[in-house]
């Protein structure tokens, strides 16, 4: 099967950076929303992206423009029933993303590959009502998509190997680098980041920390590009949230990974991250102008300060101690852990690389019995 035209449902953050990346590879995107708002706003986003690229010498004029063309907006779904494959790129909900798939499964021709960019729910569920089962499978990239290079291929039990191999060159054709894992919630590395996320929220309601100094002490002792606070802002409060449910519900609701009160406090009072101008810090034009002071105000005072090294340890233990159970779990390899963090997260190190020597396991055991 040769991919000429994709069709991607949702102009969200990931729905509009999915259509800008396949374009700018060549391929021809229709990208779908329910209403001519949403696509105006991601047109604007995309082609502002695209400018960014023209201004800093990366595309020719020439290619912007044809990228640009490359894209087209549509309001009805039917106009993606010829594209070569689907991929859907709707908002975390269970119940949407079924009528979004029974109703692409009586639109697109039975050989075509339908996908879908969820990053948390049971891809076999979302395809449940579907008279082709066959054809349906997770593709789930990374925000934001034409950067980050790690794409999780997810096989649901009844994906035929055909439909796999075509969605895999497709994902490679992209420029990506492909891990595969099972149809378990949150796949690789939103369920290896989970704890990494909570642990943070549960520093601060501790009082152990604030925004700031844990996100620099993150990014100087880590390697990574954002701290834990700035990164859930990027994501989205409340799309980070939903993911953290989805997980929690999906696993059995195992106390280490309840989503954090706090978490839930700022998705309540709007505080969602730059979308919205602001989540943990203030945002203008989308980069960070200093931390939220509304929700310096929430936060209980800082006692027990705990220092860089002791927050970093924190944070790692949290994550190396979900990949062991995720590789012990037999749901991926342990290098494929490790790519995966590092390319879906832009992680320095990944999990079993992280505290991997004597002395630094030393160290961070020193911190823990410090705090007792
Ligand atoms: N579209 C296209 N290109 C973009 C872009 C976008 N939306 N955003 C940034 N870029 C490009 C820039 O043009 C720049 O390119 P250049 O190096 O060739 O000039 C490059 O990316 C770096 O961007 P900036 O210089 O503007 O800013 P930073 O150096 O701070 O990088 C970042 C921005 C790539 C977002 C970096 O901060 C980062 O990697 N953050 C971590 C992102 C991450 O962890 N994502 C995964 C989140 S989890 C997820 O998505 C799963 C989901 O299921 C929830």
Same mark, same amino acid.
């Given at each position: 099967?040769?991919?000429?035209?994709?069709?991607?449902?949702?102009?969200?953050?990931? /729905?509009?950076?999915?259509?800008?990346?396949?374009?700018?590879?060549?391929?021809?995107?229709?990208?779908?929303?329910?209403?001519?708002?949403?696509?105006?706003?991601?047109?604007?986003?995309?082609?502002?992206?695209?400018?960014?690229?023209?201004? +800093?010498?990366?595309?020719?004029?020439?290619?912007?423009?044809?990228?640009?063309?490359?894209?087209?907006?549509?309001?009805?779904?039917?106009?993606?029933?010829?594209?070569?494959?689907?991929?859907?790129?709707?908002? &975390?909900?269970?119940?949407?993303?079924?009528?979004?798939?029974?109703?692409?499964?009586?639109?697109?021709?039975?050989?075509?590959?339908?996908?879908?960019?969820?990053?948390?729910?049971?891809? $076999?569920? *979302? /395809?449940?009502?579907?008279?082709?089962?066959?054809? *349906?499978?997770?593709?789930?990239?990374?925000?934001?998509?034409?950067?980050?290079?790690?794409?999780?291929?997810?096989?649901?039990?009844?994906?035929?190997?055909?439909?796999? $191999?075509?969605?895999? +060159?497709?994902?490679?054709?992209?420029?990506?680098?492909?891990?595969?894992?099972?149809?378990?919630? =949150?796949?690789?590395?939103?369920?290896?980041?989970?704890?990494?996320?909570?642990?943070?929220?549960?520093?601060? &309601?501790?009082?152990?920390?604030?925004?700031?100094?844990?996100? &620099?002490?993150?990014? +100087?002792? =880590?390697?990574?590009?954002?701290?834990?606070?700035?990164?859930?802002?990027?994501?989205?409060?409340?799309?980070?949230?939903?993911?953290?449910?989805? *997980?929690?519900?999906?696993?059995?609701?195992?106390?280490?990974?309840?989503?954090?009160?706090? $978490?839930?406090?700022?998705?309540?009072?709007?505080?969602?991250?730059?979308?919205?101008?602001?989540?943990?810090?203030?945002?203008?034009?989308?980069?960070?102008?200093?931390?939220?002071?509304?929700?310096?105000?929430?936060?209980?005072?800082?006692?027990?300060?705990?220092?860089?090294?002791?927050?970093?340890?924190?944070?790692?233990?949290? *994550?190396? $101690?979900?990949?062991?159970?995720?590789?012990?779990?037999?749901?991926?390899?342990?290098?494929?852990?490790?790519?995966?963090?590092?390319?879906?997260?832009?992680?320095?190190?990944?999990?079993?690389?992280?505290?991997?020597?004597?002395?630094?396991?030393?160290?961070?055991?020193?911190?823990?019995?410090?705090?007792?």
């Amino acid at each position: 099967m040769v991919i000429k035209t994709v069709g991607v449902v949702g102009a969200g953050t990931m /729905g509009g950076g999915i259509a800008q990346l396949c374009a700018g590879r060549g391929f021809s995107a229709k990208l779908y929303d329910i209403s001519k708002e949403i696509l105006e706003r991601a047109k604007e986003r995309i082609e502002k992206s695209i400018d960014t690229g023209v201004t +800093k010498g990366k595309i020719t004029p020439e290619a912007a423009a044809k990228t640009k063309r490359s894209i087209a907006y549509v309001l009805r779904l039917e106009d993606l029933a010829a594209a070569d494959i689907v991929i859907e790129a709707a908002t &975390e909900n269970l119940g949407l993303k079924q009528e979004i798939f029974s109703r692409l499964d009586a639109l697109v021709a039975s050989e075509r590959v339908i996908a879908t960019n969820t990053s948390s729910l049971p891809v $076999q569920e *979302i /395809g449940a009502k579907a008279k082709h089962p066959e054809r *349906i499978l997770g593709v789930h990239f990374f925000n934001p998509p034409p950067v980050m290079k790690l794409v999780e291929m997810i096989r649901p039990p009844r994906l035929d190997e055909k439909h796999y $191999q075509t969605a895999k +060159k497709f994902a490679l054709d992209l420029g990506k680098t492909v891990v595969e894992v099972k149809d378990v919630p =949150g796949f690789i590395v939103n369920r290896v980041l989970r704890p990494y996320y909570i642990e943070a929220f549960r520093l601060l &309601e501790a009082g152990k920390t604030t925004i700031k100094e844990m996100d &620099e002490a993150v990014v +100087k002792l =880590g390697g990574v590009p954002m701290g834990p606070c700035a990164l859930v802002d990027f994501i989205g409060m409340d799309v980070n949230l939903a993911v953290t449910s989805a *997980i929690f519900d999906g696993l059995g609701r195992p106390e280490r990974l309840k989503p954090a009160a706090l $978490q839930e406090q700022l998705v309540k009072l709007d505080y969602l991250g730059p979308k919205v101008g602001r989540g943990f810090y203030l945002y203008r034009n989308r980069r960070a102008a200093g931390e939220n002071p509304e929700v310096l105000k929430i936060l209980p005072p800082v006692k027990n300060r705990l220092p860089p090294e002791a927050l970093w340890a924190h944070l790692k233990r949290a *994550i190396r $101690q979900e990949a062991e159970m995720l590789f012990n779990e037999g749901t991926a390899t342990k290098e494929d852990i490790n790519t995966a963090v590092r390319l879906g997260a832009n992680f320095s190190k990944g999990p079993f690389e992280m505290s991997s020597d004597e002395e630094n396991r030393n160290r961070d055991r020193h911190y823990f019995s410090a705090e007792k």
